[in-house]
């Protein structure tokens, strides 16, 4: 029979995504890397492997914390074949020895690498790995074709109709600045004088870079229940993108899963089977967005309901390794 085993970032919102899974009972989810005792080992493990210290250097003496592995927490048996999906963010948190030890022990499982984010951002974590794991995917086309990579159009989160509720926003955003505040802040002003209600938070923003506009919120955490109701609040989700963007963004599956608008400036956004230009609203310029967008009164549907779904990914991965297996 086959089974499987999802291990989390940590994130809410990657629950969120892969939710509709966790109840079944072939799916055994852990929401982080490592399972802890208490908050103190849960600080250290998370300093110990952080990205941002491993980035440049690996840390030694990470494999102290093999027994804290959420892969070693579950449940396997010999007679069924395991499916067990990492994270890029996850897969970075263990050592390739001890990834290569777990295969060794467990020879009837197959690991899985759902790439979350660019590979340039963490080939440096995630290339060692590489050997070990049998499958890997990812929606960002260029890293598919430059490294054999799988390409999946994304996994989708997609609400009942209880979730929706009356609008008192026109457009919401939420995200870190990168290189992209300045663009923000000129697509906020040209909303404001088109005198649409925004609400803005903006993360990761230098002290000179801040403004007095309103209704934006710089640097303070929004936990993802409170992002999930901001978007069931509004009636347009924004995207500003930096320079160069490869991937499918969150932004764009939140839109698709909740039937919100969406206006971008990413130059791929046209080239998606769910355009629609009455829902889709694509920039260059921000003097391009318009009240015409706002005044068609269209419901909102993509008909994307039955597609890229949890369950569907778990087929997929099936389907493909039994394919491997015979070449």
Same mark, same amino acid.
């Given at each position: 029979?086959?089974?499987?085993?999802?291990?989390?970032?940590?994130?809410?919102?990657?629950?969120?995504?892969?939710?509709?899974?966790?109840?079944?009972?072939?799916?055994?989810?852990?929401?982080?890397?490592?399972?802890?005792?208490?908050?103190?080992?849960?600080?250290?493990?998370?300093?110990?492997?952080?990205?941002?210290?491993?980035?440049?250097?690996?840390?030694?003496?990470?494999?102290?914390?093999?027994?804290?592995?959420?892969?070693?927490?579950?449940?396997?048996?010999?007679?069924?074949?395991?499916?067990?999906?990492?994270?890029?963010?996850?897969?970075?948190?263990?050592?390739?020895?001890?990834?290569?030890?777990?295969?060794?022990?467990?020879?009837?499982?197959?690991?899985?690498?759902?790439?979350?984010?660019?590979?340039?951002?963490?080939?440096?974590?995630?290339?060692?790995?590489?050997?070990?794991?049998?499958?890997?995917?990812?929606?960002?086309?260029?890293?598919?074709?430059?490294?054999?990579?799988?390409?999946?159009?994304?996994?989708?989160?997609? =609400?009942?109709?209880?979730?929706?509720? &009356?609008?008192?926003?026109?457009? /919401?955003?939420?995200?870190?600045?990168? @290189?992209?505040? $300045?663009?923000?802040?000129?697509?906020?002003?040209?909303?404001?004088?088109?005198?649409?209600?925004?609400?803005?938070?903006?993360?990761?923003?230098?002290?000179?870079?801040?403004?007095?506009?309103?209704?934006?919120?710089?640097?303070?955490?929004?936990?993802?229940?409170?992002?999930?109701?901001?978007?069931?609040?509004?009636?347009?989700?924004?995207?500003?993108?930096?320079?160069?963007?490869?991937?499918?963004?969150?932004?764009?599956?939140?839109?698709?899963?909740?039937?919100?608008?969406?206006?971008?400036?990413?130059?791929?956004?046209?080239?998606?089977?769910?355009?629609?230009?009455?829902?889709?609203?694509?920039?260059?310029?921000?003097?391009?967005?318009?009240?015409?967008?706002?005044?068609?009164?269209?419901? =909102?549907?993509?008909?994307?309901?039955? &597609?890229?779904?949890?369950?569907? /990914?778990?087929?997929?991965?099936?389907? @493909?390794?039994? $394919?491997?297996?015979?070449?």
């Amino acid at each position: 029979m086959n089974r499987f085993i999802l291990v989390g970032t940590g994130k809410d919102y990657v629950k969120r995504v892969w939710e509709s899974l966790i109840t079944r009972d072939d799916v055994q989810w852990f929401d982080q890397p490592l399972v802890t005792d208490n908050r103190v080992s849960d600080i250290l493990s998370h300093i110990h492997s952080s990205f941002l210290l491993n980035r440049y250097f690996d840390l030694p003496f990470k494999s102290i914390w093999k027994e804290k592995y959420a892969i070693n927490k579950a449940e396997y048996n010999p007679e069924d074949t395991f499916y067990l999906v990492l994270f890029d963010n996850t897969l970075s948190r263990y050592t390739p020895r001890c990834i290569r030890e777990f295969k060794k022990e467990h020879p009837n499982t197959v690991i899985i690498l759902f790439m979350d984010n660019a590979m340039h951002k963490k080939e440096r974590l995630i290339q060692e790995h590489l050997e070990n794991v049998d499958l890997v995917y990812t929606n960002n086309k260029y890293d598919a074709d430059k490294y054999g990579f799988k390409y999946v159009f994304n996994i989708i989160p997609f =609400v009942s109709d209880d979730e929706k509720r &009356k609008c008192d926003i026109d457009v /919401f955003f939420v995200g870190n600045a990168y @290189d992209r505040i $300045e663009k923000i802040h000129t697509v906020y002003d040209r909303l404001e004088k088109l005198g649409l209600r925004v609400k803005m938070y903006v993360s990761g923003v230098n002290a000179k870079d801040k403004s007095k506009r309103k209704n934006i919120v710089y640097n303070q955490s929004l936990p993802y229940h409170d992002v999930i109701d901001y978007y069931n609040r509004s009636v347009c989700l924004l995207e500003v993108v930096g320079e160069k963007p490869t991937m499918l963004t969150m932004r764009m599956m939140e839109a698709l899963a909740r039937n919100k608008k969406l206006i971008t400036n990413h130059p791929i956004i046209k080239e998606q089977e769910f355009y629609d230009p009455r829902f889709i609203l694509y920039f260059d310029d921000p003097e391009g967005i318009t009240l015409d967008f706002f005044q068609n009164n269209t419901e =909102v549907k993509y008909n994307f309901e039955n &597609k890229y779904t949890p369950e569907l /990914f778990l087929q997929r991965i099936v389907d @493909d390794y039994n $394919e491997k297996e015979k070449i």
